[in-house]
């Protein structure tokens, strides 16, 4: 049954992103949880980037889908209070790196399926990002445990997540003259309003079944050996790549990809930054989406940092473009690295090593 799920997961992902971008998304942009929340932050006003307007389906369709599961499964348990501010900082600090490499995790496998090879820079910075993440994990690095909410309101702050993305998607299925809409642009480029919606409700889903993370993965194989979760992105890549050899749209090679760039050192150090703040958060930004829809209202403050994230790089012109990273989205993504790093020492809790009896 494990292996089944892996497979339907990882085809479900991988498969599907190459379609939705035959169906009319952007290129390699299938499926992205920094881009689409950065196209979303667009729509709500949260950035006046003109090109980059669209609430993508696909966000809501990863948090009802994880709601509706979880919720049937009766595993829905509204909780919180692991210090949302702190999750609400890393939020952000993930989607400033991500929008230097120009996406997610998740996209960077994409692209590297589509035969971008700028992913395995990003990818390899991510996974050294972990790395340094597990070394505050293991010098005692703790935001506390989340909490059952108590009370009527309490328990109802589990379902705002699922309530928000009901209203985002009523408000693009219907032109919504409070959400914006780009006229062109990547944000102008996207599947049918429907079609990503339901891809979006089975992908979430099945992430949230198999408790899909690729930070998580990479930091249990790193720790313990466990290949569990790494599983589903073998799966992904794999589905991904087939469905773009099918298609005709897989192109080898660094230059000419995308919405991508060729400076390596900040692709790399982009998602550095993203898989060190996700390793403190405790999940990447799909498992964050995700945790919002079963009711953790941690994750949800991290999701809001994500748009604030997506805000401020655009404010800033720090999101990198086809063009390269400008010399603000350099040093954001050093000024995030540090932030990062002093929020991995400032949160260490004294290890207690108990003394083995003789």
């Known amino acids: 049954m494990g292996l089944v799920l892996i497979i339907a997961t990882g085809v479900v992902f991988g498969l599907g992103a190459v379609l939705l971008v035959a169906a009319g998304n952007p290129g390699n942009y299938g499926?992205?949880?920094?881009?689409?929340?950065r196209d979303i932050a667009g729509a709500l006003g949260i950035h006046q980037a003109a090109a980059l307007q669209y609430a993508r389906p696909e966000i809501p369709g990863f948090v009802l889908g994880a709601f509706a599961l979880s919720r049937a499964?009766?595993?829905?348990?509204?909780?919180g209070g692991s210090r949302p501010l702190v999750r609400f900082v890393l939020g952000a600090l993930m989607v400033i790196g991500a929008l230097v490499f120009l996406g997610c995790p998740l996209r960077g496998i994409l692209r590297l399926a589509g035969g971008d090879l700028n992913g395995i820079t990003g990818l390899a910075g991510f996974a050294a990002g972990i790395a340094a993440g597990i070394v505050f994990l293991r010098s005692g690095f703790n935001l506390g445990r989340s909490s059952a909410h108590k009370g009527s309101a309490g328990?109802?702050?589990?379902?705002?997540?699922?309530?928000?993305?009901?209203?985002?998607?009523?408000?693009?299925?219907?032109?919504a003259v409070w959400l914006n809409f780009s006229a062109k642009g990547p944000g102008s480029q996207h599947a049918p309003v429907f079609l990503s919606l339901a891809a979006g409700l089975v992908a979430g889903a099945l992430a949230w079944r198999t408790r899909m993370c690729l930070s998580g993965g990479i930091r249990d194989f790193l720790l313990v050996r466990d290949t569990y979760l790494l599983k589903v992105y073998a799966v992904i890549f794999a589905a991904a790549l087939a469905?773009?050899?099918?298609?005709?749209?897989?192109?080898?090679?660094?230059?000419?990809?995308?919405?991508?760039?060729t400076?390596?050192?900040?692709?790399?150090?982009?998602?550095?930054?993203?898989?060190?703040?996700?390793?403190?958060?405790?999940?990447?930004?799909?498992?964050?989406?995700?945790?919002?829809g079963e009711g953790n209202t941690d994750a949800m403050f991290t999701v809001l940092g994500m748009?604030?994230?997506?805000?401020?790089?655009?404010?800033?012109?720090?999101?990198?473009?086809?063009?390269?990273?400008?010399?603000?989205?350099?040093?954001?993504v050093v000024a995030g690295i540090a932030a990062a790093a002093a929020i991995g020492f400032a949160f260490r809790e004294k290890i207690t090593v108990q003394a083995e009896a003789r």
């Open 243 to 261: 469905g773009n050899l099918a298609f005709g749209t897989f192109k080898l090679g660094f230059a000419g990809q995308p919405l991508a760039h």
């Open 263 to 292: 400076m390596h050192l900040w692709n790399f150090l982009g998602l550095f930054l993203t898989g060190l703040a996700a390793t403190l958060a405790g999940g990447c930004p799909l498992r964050q989406l995700i945790q919002t």
């Open 73 to 79: 499964s009766g595993e829905f348990r509204p909780r």
């Open 31 to 37: 499926f992205c949880a920094a881009c689409h929340l």
């Open 155 to 175: 328990r109802f702050s589990g379902y705002l997540a699922a309530a928000a993305a009901i209203v985002l998607v009523i408000g693009v299925a219907t032109n």
């Open 307 to 332: 748009l604030a994230g997506a805000g401020i790089s655009h404010g800033l012109n720090a999101a990198a473009s086809a063009a390269g990273v400008t010399a603000a989205g350099q040093i954001a």
